[in-house]
């Protein structure tokens, strides 16, 4: 809220006080005792720099285990909390010839799917079905694909092939039993997902990469004993109170500035804050991967987080010209090293912002109804046949024409508050990155909203909590198209193709019960060069912005 500053933070001793468990910082004192009940089951984060060092010698016996029968081959099924921390140990990685080689599958692509299950060497795979819940859809479809695939090639030894990483007591450990897993670790289940960065969801996927897990914790344990004192000082109450008293005066476009090698953890950051802060109408929105742009181009919704390290540092200077023109700038150093502490900082501060905002940082009340509506798509095409059919790209683009130039004419300052969100359902191929930063480029040079790239189903589990529970200030495009290939999921009806484009209907059905304003492009020729057909839309946008100023 607005005349917050960090004195008044230090003078309410907020950042002791959440160290403490001190649920009334998030609900009201006289809220009803289970409010304050279903925080404090999530307040597991705070205690794991110390609690989870126990936890280092199974890790380590399971990781030499695998090293011994040369199991390095390492496939992680997860989504969300339970595989962007291993996105980040994988590009940070301390020793490119150590370690196990991971792949990270948080997604029901067909292309995807089959590219890994065509590189599949089943006598060197484990795989990893990290799920909290022990239920997720995506998590259990791809376990029951790879069981499939490695029961046929490794028999009755296919079980020592996985590993299992969920809550106690949830049906994942009782499929790990049945089917004889190598191992299932229980993670505390007072960690929430998107906070299980320092706890068994990201420390064995780091050792099996060569990381020092000691040191990951060890460094996180030096954070959160900073992060606990009344102190202007305080890394996390900083950093939390920067995004949180920016939001509160419409800067809620936290946008952030990364070296190359550390996308990985802006996607970490993306699901953490926006999730944790995107309901009842407020929050803060992380921008990652955005092309760099102009001045002109970033609008008074804006602020801004340069994350610089002594190995790669970040461009300082654009930063500093973007301060100099009066956008608020937050500055990080870190080094690989301290990787565990940035962990422990973000959620920190992420607890930091939700407090300030007045929202419950640790629940997700909308993810749920885009997955009861991708289930009752699937039981509805199971009934008729077919899903709806979209109309063609083509039809369509009129559209996204016509919105982007009533958003801003030619001669007009950016606008304030609205974001632009590619939600990205396409096949998985090489090209897409350089695509989307061409058409965010575009996007924003017309529009002059900020953009966001979701990649589906992964953003559902991340931005997905904060496009129906954030400000109602979105415009989305999903955009889908038939696959190629259709690849069964063992022990159901449906391909991994029909789950994702259910997935993607879902959303759009989710989002528009919500009021938001989104616009679905699907393609329904598969022969067809799908980048050449969205290369019309960049093609559109820039000759609108050489269009002549009115």
Not at 76 to 91: I, K, N, T
Not at 387 to 410: D, M, N, S, T, W
């Amino acid at each position: 809220m607005p005349g917050i500053d960090l004195d008044s933070l230090i003078s309410q001793q907020l950042a002791s006080r959440i160290s403490g468990h001190d649920t009334s910082v998030f609900v009201p004192p006289d809220a009803p005792a289970a409010a304050h009940t279903l925080i404090r089951q999530r307040l597991g984060w705070l205690d794991a720099p110390t609690s989870m060092a126990a936890r280092l010698a199974e890790v380590r016996d399971v990781v030499e285990g695998a090293a011994t029968d040369h199991l390095t081959q390492v496939f992680l099924l997860g989504m969300g909390g339970s595989s962007l921390c291993a996105e980040v140990l994988r590009g940070v990685r301390p020793n490119e010839s150590t370690g196990s080689q991971l792949t990270v599958l948080d997604t029901t692509d067909e292309r995807t799917i089959r590219q890994a299950t065509d590189d599949l060497v089943p006598e060197k795979a484990l795989f990893i079905v990290a799920s909290k819940s022990g239920s997720t859809i995506e998590v259990a479809s791809l376990e029951r694909h790879f069981w499939a695939a490695m029961s046929q090639a490794r028999g009755t030894s296919a079980g020592r092939h996985f590993v299992a990483i969920t809550d106690p007591d949830t049906s994942l450990v009782a499929l790990a039993a049945s089917r004889k897993y190598r191992h299932t670790f229980t993670n505390p289940a007072d960690i929430g997902g998107r906070y299980s960065a320092l706890s068994i969801f990201g420390l064995f996927p780091a050792a099996l990469l060569g990381h020092h897990t000691d040191n990951l914790l060890n460094s996180a344990k030096a954070m959160a004993a900073r992060c606990a004192e009344d102190k202007a000082e305080n890394p996390g109450l900083a950093l939390g109170a920067f995004m949180a008293t920016n939001a509160a005066v419409g800067r809620d476009k936290l946008t952030l500035l990364l070296p190359q090698s550390l996308l990985g953890l802006g996607s970490w950051i993306e699901q953490l804050v926006a999730e944790s802060t995107g309901k009842d109408g407020r929050g803060v929105l992380p921008v990652v991967g955005e092309p760099r742009g102009r001045l002109a181009d970033y609008g008074a919704d804006r602020a801004f987080v340069a994350v610089t390290t002594p190995e790669v540092p970040c461009d300082l200077a654009s930063a500093r010209r973007l301060e100099a023109a009066g956008h608020p700038v937050f500055y990080i150093e870190m080094t690989y090293a301290g990787l565990g502490a940035e962990f422990f900082r973000w959620e920190f501060a992420t607890a930091v912002a939700g407090a300030i905002l007045g929202v419950n940082p640790f629940d997700e009340p909308n993810v749920r109804d885009a997955k009861v509506r991708t289930q009752a798509l699937l039981d509805a095409r199971r009934a008729t046949g077919a899903f709806r059919v979209e109309p063609p790209l083509e039809q369509q683009a009129g559209y996204l024409k016509r919105e982007i130039q009533a958003v801003r004419p030619a001669d007009d300052p950016p606008p304030s508050g609205r974001y632009l969100a590619l939600l990205d359902f396409l096949p998985g191929e090489a090209w897409r990155s350089d695509f989307v930063g061409k058409i965010r480029t575009a996007l924003r040079r017309r529009s002059g909203m900020a953009t966001t790239h979701g990649v589906g189903p992964r953003y559902l589990h991340s931005t997905g909590q904060y496009h129906k529970g954030g400000p109602n200030t979105g415009m989305f495009v999903i955009l889908t198209a038939d696959d190629t290939v259709a690849t069964p999921v063992p022990e159901t009806d449906y391909t991994f193709s029909m789950l994702k484009r259910a997935q993607a209907l879902g959303d759009f059905e989710a989002l528009a019960a919500a009021g938001r304003d989104v616009v679905h492009y699907h393609i329904e020729d598969p022969s067809v060069n799908i980048s050449a057909q969205l290369e019309r839309i960049v093609s559109m946008l820039r000759r609108q912005q050489r269009r002549p100023a009115r």
